[in-house]
């Protein structure tokens, strides 16, 4: 019954191109909205495992992988490493083994991909002074400018540390963070995510491990810069009355809104079955569901789907797997009406997108909460209103025109308005001013009029300020030049949803109506 639900819990995701080998260990970056990369991990099975150094990225929308040969100083291979997004298409990752009891070396490496993956860089950061030292089944989080190291063991001793490096500041330089008070006990194959809304924003959050005597842990702690300059950490309250989590160590967690999902991962009982655990921070209540059977593995998640690549499975806890389990968080909390009911407020506002395993980059109350995040400017996804209760999709009514009204051509979003036009004038490859012999738009003056009075609603619908999403493609002046928009569209692509509007948002500059003479 348990494999049952888990089956109808997971769906495979079908994946194409140079597939990477089974493996456990690694890390997997979201470094762009349908992007992520695969660094390291062993492969092998029963023992005879092999260390790897390759780099990977995953193309969700074509469900492609690709091998890079990256060039510039590669990092050696290693596992137990972690990772963290720093920017768009910039990571960085710290640390790991190297088999035979050996450790990585100290340096912390950037992979630069925003040239291109064919042209993709890594570099090792210049560092002046301590570092945090060799080390694996640590955590590594980027809440910017802060770079943040945590735990893990340095081959000698599990440690509960804290280094800190600000990336405004050069030259770089590692500092270990002084932090009175209270802090988790030592621990190793612990998870981080950070936080980057409500009032745990830029928080590190940490959840269990693995401490010196072996044993597994379920203690959530949340690492907080005050004002002041000063670090603490604060412990996550549990409700009495509520059944604890199970302690783990190789699991994942993720953030969505105020939940923290705990995926995956293993106790001290061989075997044991840890269930998809997840903590509301708004009540400090403890929930669980159906058990993903995975340790060793990564995670990310885009809006609802939460995806799980490689590690190993409870059943076969000796060979790796090279399958990613797609995960609908609303399908795995559906048994539990209140959960369902915050994870939709949540994807109703805003798209989120994070990773785990050390891999996050910036996807409310009680000290500690949040998710991690990308924001995107209000857009109109349904018909808005113009003055008077008209609606521009239905029926348009061209505000100050003495109550015109101009039906569609059709009942479906295709022939809305809007469609009308781009439907004639968004034609990268073939447009030209010319096309009709005249150089004239046959589109009637009320039409005209119409498009532009919504187009004028929804930026009044809007902030003043936007808040944009990258990656994003920034446009300049051209003068009323729209052959030479078209040109620009066909070289760098399109926003339509044959194009790639999809991975990147767009930002028209400058003079778009004047001067030009067509």
Known sequence: KQKQEQKRLMDRLEVFGEIPLARFGHTITPVAKTKVVLFGGATGDTGKYSITGDTYTLDLLMRKWFKLEVGGITPSPRAAHSATAVDNLQMVIYGGATGGGSLASDDLYLLDLRTGDAKAQWMVVPVVGATPGRRYGHTICFSKPHLLVFGGNTGTEAVNDVWCLNVDRTPFTWVKLDIQGTAPVVRVYHSAALCSTGTATGMMVIYGGRTSDSSALNDTWGLRKHRDGRWDWVQAPYKHNNDPPVPSFQHSTLFLGPLMLVIGGRTNKVNENVPLEVYDTETSEWYKFTSIKRFRHACWCIDQSIF???????????????????????????????????????????????????????????????????????????????????????????????????????????????????????????????????????????????????????????????????????????????????????????????????????????????????
């Open 308 to 518: 799980v690549f490689g590690g190993f499975e409870q059943d076969s806890p000796s060979v790796p797997t090279d399958m990613i389990a797609e995960i609908n968080s609303m399908k795995a909390c559906k048994d539990n009406p209140i959960l369902t009911q915050k994870l939709e407020q949540i994807f109703s506002k805003e798209p989120v997108f994070t990773g785990t395993s050390g891999s996050g980059k910036p996807p409310h109350t009680q000290g500690i909460g949040g998710n991690t995040t990308t924001q995107k400017p209000p857009q109109q996804t349904s018909s808005p209103q113009l003055p008077g209760g008209g609606v521009t999709i239905g029926t348009i009514h061209v505000a100050g025109g003495g109550g015109v009204t101009v039906q569609p051509v059709g009942q479906t979003p295709k022939d809305s308005l809007p469609n009308m036009f781009l439907q004639h004038l968004m034609r990268p490859k073939e447009w030209c001013a010319n096309v009709d012999g005249t150089g004239r738009f046959h589109f009637r003056k009320e039409l005209i009029v119409s498009l532009a009075e919504e187009a004028t609603q929804v930026a009044q619908s809007q902030e003043m300020v936007l808040k944009l999403r990258v990656p994003i493609k920034v446009f300049g002046d051209i003068h009323g030049q729209y052959q030479d928009l078209m040109r620009f569209f066909d070289l760098w692509g399109q926003p339509t949803e044959n194009g790639d509007i999809e991975c990147f948002d767009y930002l028209f500059l400058g003079d778009y109506v004047d001067r030009g003479s067509h």
